[in-house]
């Protein structure tokens, strides 16, 4: 059964109100697990397009979930739409303007990747049941990705207990499949207790818990030529006791971001860090309590998986951007610097080029090193069911991620095409699995032979809570 003609023909029914939907968020920029109007917004357009809805899953309250179809496999698509602080920006203007009434941004074009996985799901919905088939289809609207790693959270809540395959996307530059490489990590915080006292008066009374936090990062410094040249430590001091200099401070906090290409290599790592910082109390005479906020694991390839979307790539081909896109696009490069441009091109495996802005091309499958990437939760999910991600071009080559330019480009048509694209290719990869079983078995197959002496212990420990609102607005109803 060939089926790529009239699934891309029911996102192309259903593509203006995902535009719209896309656009609101875009507008609405909420942060970690404070995404009440953007989950709402989601919600409501599950219900409109005939799924079975519902809000507040795995104890999430901004997190939603729809189902459609009946019996059969089933086949999650993942979608998102947290913002970032600070980027506030206006939009289709090539300079930066921070965007009247919010300080947030969407830096990572989260308003794409949720609408984009929405229209894929409801053009599958529309798919199996015009085609009489069974299975399910069932849209996930995961929030906090931004370093909430939500998924991680849903997860060990069992959502995805009885999913056959999971496929998601991210926002680009370019399109393809996404090379299966991301860091692992945890984020924790460290809490140091000393003993306030006269600096001047009487110091040998007091025990600075800001100096144990400046010990560890030495500690933690000298840590580095000793791990492997994958892995990324970084912090910020979130706590430094108070501003004044002649008080001995008694108390600060340090917020660390492990980060490890493997599972196995970050627990290792995570425990050297809480080594140091024993070490740095020790050193001080204070005392240090530590608290994991979050994490992801490492993402797991599927290469049945990555075939099948790469062939449903090559089918339809790459976006189509006109001149007014690609004029844009390079207005957003001027402001960019050439290393930028070529950094984008290399993090693809590709040669840099000068004569394009956007995306023209489909670029091959495992392309790139894996030397720059980040984490993402995306990857915990990737450890308990079958999962396949591509990237889509929505933005000018050389934008960074998390910058005003990318904000910039959210509402642009690019961005519209761009996230129309992935949702095509999302939409056949799912439908390719529902008509042929067979693909769907491979997919297991594959998973279960990658899994085979690799032990899954999730990064978020059971006694973990999520780092909700101190006041959560009511969940979406």
């Known amino acids: 059964m060939r089926n790529e003609a009239e699934i891309w023909t029911q996102v192309d029914a259903k593509r203006q109100a995902f535009v719209e939907l896309s656009d609101r968020i875009w507008g609405m920029?909420?942060?970690?697990?404070?995404?009440?109007r953007s989950s709402a917004e989601h919600l409501a357009m599950?219900?409109?397009?005939?799924?079975?809805?519902?809000?507040?899953?795995?104890?999430?309250?901004?997190?939603?979930?729809?189902?459609?179809?009946?019996?059969?496999?089933?086949?999650?698509?993942?979608?998102?739409?947290?913002?970032?602080?600070?980027?506030?920006?206006?939009?289709?203007?090539?300079?930066?303007?921070?965007?009247?009434?919010?300080?947030?941004?969407?830096?990572?074009?989260?308003?794409?990747?949720?609408?984009?996985?929405?229209?894929?799901?409801?053009?599958?919905?529309?798919?199996?049941?015009?085609?009489?088939?069974?299975?399910?289809?069932?849209?996930?609207?995961?929030?906090?990705?931004?370093g909430g790693s939500a998924k991680g959270f849903m997860v060990r809540a069992g959502v995805f207990d009885d999913v056959d395959v999971a496929i998601s996307w991210h926002p680009a530059p370019f399109a393809g499949v996404n090379n299966p490489i991301s860091l692992a990590c945890n984020e924790v915080i460290f809490d140091f207790k000393g003993r306030a006292s006269h600096a001047a008066a009487s110091p040998e009374l007091g025990r600075s818990a800001l100096d144990a936090v400046e010990l560890m990062s030495v500690g933690v410094n000298y840590m580095r030529e000793h791990m492997p040249s994958s892995a990324r430590i970084h912090y910020a001091v979130i706590d430094t006791g108070g501003v004044a200099p002649n008080v001995v401070q008694a108390k600060a906090s340090v917020r660390y971001l492990i980060r490890a290409r493997e599972l196995d290599e970050l627990h290792q790592l995570l425990a050297r860090v809480q080594d140091v910082a024993k070490g740095a109390a020790l050193m001080t005479g204070t005392t240090v309590t530590s608290r994991i906020v979050s994490g992801d694991a490492n993402l797991v390839g599927n290469t049945p998986l990555e075939q099948l979307m790469h062939r449903e790539?090559?089918?339809?081909?790459?976006?189509?951007?006109?001149?007014?896109?690609?004029?844009?696009?390079?207005?957003?490069?001027?402001?960019?610097?050439?290393?930028?441009?070529?950094?984008?091109?290399?993090?693809?495996?590709?040669?840099?080029?000068?004569?394009?802005?956007?995306?023209?091309?489909?670029?091959?499958?495992?392309?790139?090193?894996?030397t720059h990437v980040g984490s993402t939760d995306v990857g915990t999910v990737s450890w308990v069911v079958p999962t396949v991600q591509m990237r889509g071009a929505t933005y000018a080559i050389g934008t960074p991620g998390h910058s005003w330019q990318l904000v910039a480009q959210g509402k642009a048509p690019a961005a519209h095409k761009g996230m129309e694209h992935a949702a095509k290719v999302m939409a056949a990869t799912a439908a390719a699995l529902f008509a042929d079983p067979a693909e769907i078995a491979a997919a297991k197959?594959?998973?279960?032979?990658?899994?085979?002496?690799?032990?899954?212990?999730?990064?978020?420990?059971?006694?973990?809570?999520?780092?909700?609102?101190?006041?959560?607005?009511?969940?979406?109803r």
């Not at 794409?112 to 069974?134: E, R």
């Not at 441009?341 to 394009?356: V, Y």
Request: aromatic letters at 6%; charged letters at 25%; one cysteine or more.
């Open 29 to 36: 920029p909420e942060l970690n697990y404070a995404e009440v």
């Open 46 to 146: 599950l219900r409109a397009q005939g799924f079975r809805a519902e809000a507040g899953i795995a104890g999430l309250p901004t997190a939603v979930a729809g189902e459609a179809g009946e019996g059969g496999p089933v086949i999650a698509i993942l979608g998102e739409y947290d913002a970032l602080p600070g980027l506030g920006q206006a939009a289709g203007i090539a300079e930066q303007r921070p965007m009247d009434g919010s300080a947030n941004g969407h830096g990572c074009g989260h308003n794409l990747l949720g609408s984009g996985s929405l229209l894929a799901a409801t053009a599958v919905k529309d798919w199996l049941a015009s085609n009489g088939l069974p299975g399910r289809v069932r849209y996930y609207g995961c929030p906090a990705e931004e």
């Open 313 to 370: 790539l090559e089918r339809l081909g790459p976006p189509v951007f006109d001149a007014e896109d690609e004029a844009f696009a390079r207005q957003i490069q001027a402001t960019l610097t050439p290393e930028d441009i070529k950094s984008a091109f290399a993090r693809f495996g590709l040669k840099p080029r000068t004569d394009i802005a956007l995306c023209d091309a489909i670029f091959p499958p495992e392309s790139g090193d894996g």
């Open 445 to 476: 197959a594959d998973f279960a032979a990658r899994r085979e002496g690799r032990p899954f212990v999730n990064p978020i420990p059971d006694d973990v809570e999520p780092e909700l609102p101190v006041a959560p607005a009511d969940a979406a």
